[in-house]
């Protein structure tokens, strides 16, 4: 029997012979049509199996369309959605399933693919995301597009096993567990990479606060297609003031410094490690220079030619047989001079040629000498620019006899203006201050 209901189907306590006495109430075909139904028990849809209610229920009819409540393959079907009431929630056994705004506490599993913002998320066990991210529950680790991360977070992609956590206590680990290169970047560029054998290079300024080399290996500087190794090296800045290098520059090729090098004590300069400048020395091997100022020298050899410009001091100087030395000029055998200019000697004090133990030795000069002048008479053979003395014997020039001097008997005064009827000049007779002159050698008129 179906029911063709127009209003709410209501279920009251009136009798069923009530409805007979409805003036709605048509029987027709074995439909009953009334304006309202109000059963006093349940509505039941009874057969000898589930088979014979299959379908069975409620149906609403407007028109030409329906909507249906029945009973499906066991279960309570409708072709409408059902609508509860605010605050009202969908139950399973007593308890909330789903309600406006949560699913209820025993709803543990579902097929959803898409949830909203989550304000938090608890995973107890295994999850995947996407078919790309696992998160296992056994390893307590993040795995992207790998099953078996070897770190608190694998990532695998394009053949390259990337980790992130820690292998060991207190370490931990950033790079690749297969043979490849690691780069670190910075928008999109490549700041420092290193290489799978351990290579590692960095583009662009290294700033650390320390740098200690554990490893026998250097310090490479490796030139490129775009940049030379000139201008590399090492190289300090501050706040202010230039910056401080130790570089390899060129024209020609070298280690420059803008600073001091300073060694430490005991330490040197060298070459193919042979000492060149220590602290107080030069290296045996220095043989050439163009120093311009020596100190106190200790000693002094010259094997080849020697030529002082300016004043040269030391206590003693040996050249061969020959020496110079305490104020003393010195020589072992005979000492020779060539020269064909002038040969200037210039002493502060007495010049003593000879040796005053052997008076007998011979002092020849070959040549014109003169004293007191620079340019001697071209007829002379001696040219004294003042009184000379022979044998103990003053000659001196004068237009009279001295008035004024001490003077020993011979002594001779010439006269500097000889004239007719004048004399050559005068004579000491008697030694005294100035002794008694007499003059000589009359000059005859003509």
């Not at 009530?18 to 009334?34: E, F, H, M």
Request: charged share 20%.
């Amino acid at each position: 029997m179906a029911l063709n209901v127009f209003e709410p189907l209501k279920f009251s306590t009136q009798g069923i012979n009530d409805l007979a006495t409805q003036p709605s109430l048509i029987v027709s075909n074995g439909k009953i049509t009334v304006d309202f139904v109000e059963p006093t028990r349940a509505v039941t849809f009874s057969g000898g199996s589930f088979a014979e209610v299959e379908g069975k229920g409620i149906k609403w009819i407007g028109g030409n369309r329906s909507k249906n409540l029945a009973l499906k393959q066991s279960k309570l079907w409708s072709d409408m959605s059902v609508n509860l009431a605010d605050e009202q929630a969908y139950e399973i056994n007593d308890t909330p399933v789903i309600s406006f705004s949560e699913l209820g506490p025993s709803v543990t599993k579902s097929n959803l693919k898409q949830v909203g913002t989550l304000r938090s998320l608890n995973v107890a066990g295994t999850t995947t995301l996407g078919e790309f991210a696992v998160f296992s529950s056994e390893l307590n680790r993040l795995g992207i597009n790998t099953e078996q991360p070897a770190a608190a977070i694998g990532i695998r992609e394009n053949g390259v096993d990337l980790i992130l956590g820690s292998c060991k206590k207190n370490t931990a680990v950033l790079g690749t567990t297969t043979n490849d290169s690691l780069e670190l970047i910075t928008d999109n560029t490549a700041r420092i990479s290193i290489s799978s054998n351990g290579d590692v290079q960095v583009y662009g300024k290294l700033i650390v606060d320390e740098v200690i080399a554990v490893r026998s290996s250097p310090v490479i500087f490796k030139e490129t297609a775009s940049s030379s190794n000139y201008g590399k090296g090492i190289m300090w800045t501050g706040m202010k003031g230039p910056a401080r290098q130790f570089v390899y520059q060129a024209s020609p090729d070298r280690i420059w410094s803008t600073d001091i090098i300073d060694l430490d004590e005991n330490k040197y300069f060298a070459i193919n490690r042979i000492s060149v400048l220590s602290q107080s020395t030069l290296g045996d091997t220095v043989t050439e220079s163009n120093l311009q100022k020596l100190g106190l020298l200790r000693e002094l050899q010259v094997m080849g030619d020697a030529a002082v410009t300016r004043t040269l001091s030391t206590s003693k100087i040996s050249i061969g047989n020959f020496s110079v030395t305490d104020h003393q000029l010195s020589g072992y055998s005979d000492i020779t001079v060539n020269r064909n200019d002038t040969i200037e000697l210039a002493v502060g004090e007495n010049i003593v040629i000879g040796n005053t133990s052997n008076k007998d030795r011979t002092v020849s000069v070959y040549g014109k000498l003169t004293v007191g002048v620079a340019v001697p008479d071209s007829d002379v053979a001696l040219t004294v620019a003042g009184p000379v003395s022979f044998d103990n014997k003053k000659f001196i020039v004068g237009s009279h006899a001295p008035h004024s001097g001490e003077f020993n008997k011979g002594d001779i005064v010439w006269n500097s203006d000889p004239k007719a009827t004048d004399y050559i000049g005068w004579v000491c007779v008697t030694p005294g201050a100035p002794g008694r002159w007499l003059p000589f050698g009359a000059i005859a008129a003509q």
